[in-house]
């Protein structure tokens, strides 16, 4: 059962696996591919075969959040 708060996006897919700030791989075909050769997705992208990741998503977005800072504070010294 999704979660109401929780859009259907990338960021909250379990076959989604955020790399950066931007981007993550997805793992939807996992079977069928080379770890090297999942396509890389937009954070914000959706496709049908979204399935809802649960907890998993506000862990991602804490993460996320965690470099926007990092990111934030090197540009800034």
């Given amino acids: 059962m999704a979660h109401s708060s929780v859009q259907q ?3 909250s897919c379990k076959f989604f696996r955020p ?3 931007l981007n993550g ?7 069928n ?9 937009r954070h914000g992208h ?3 075969s979204w399935q809802d990741t649960g907890q998993q998503y506000y862990i991602r977005c804490g ?6 800072m990092k990111a934030e504070k090197e540009s800034g010294q």
């Fill in 9 to 11: 996006s990338c960021l």
């Fill in 19 to 21: 790399t950066d700030v």
């Fill in 25 to 31: 791989k997805c793992r939807v075909d996992k079977e």
């Fill in 33 to 41: 591919l080379d770890p090297g050769d999942y396509p890389v997705k």
């Fill in 46 to 48: 959706c496709c049908p």
């Fill in 63 to 68: 993460w996320v959040k965690g470099l926007h």
